[in-house]
């Protein structure tokens, strides 16, 4: 999926959205702990979002780590 949405909408925006995700991740963690405490649902709903932002992140990264510049 992060391959079809970086041809579309390029390589960093792709990985920028990733990076996104991933900090309302930690905030919705925090915010989910002081509000409910910690239970389930205050650790997996972060965990979940968490998981999909690095579907995007890793092979971006790898990605643009191994493009040759020529």
Known sequence: ???NLSSKYGLMKVLLAGV???V???LVFYFL????NVTLISVIAPLI???FAHGF???MALAK???RKT
């Open 57 to 59: 992140i890793v092979p």
């Open 1 to 3: 999926m992060g391959g």
């Open 65 to 67: 780590g191994s493009e």
């Open 24 to 26: 309302m991740a930690g």
């Open 49 to 51: 979002i968490l998981f």
């Open 20 to 22: 996104v995700l991933n």
């Open 33 to 36: 702990v002081k509000a409910l």
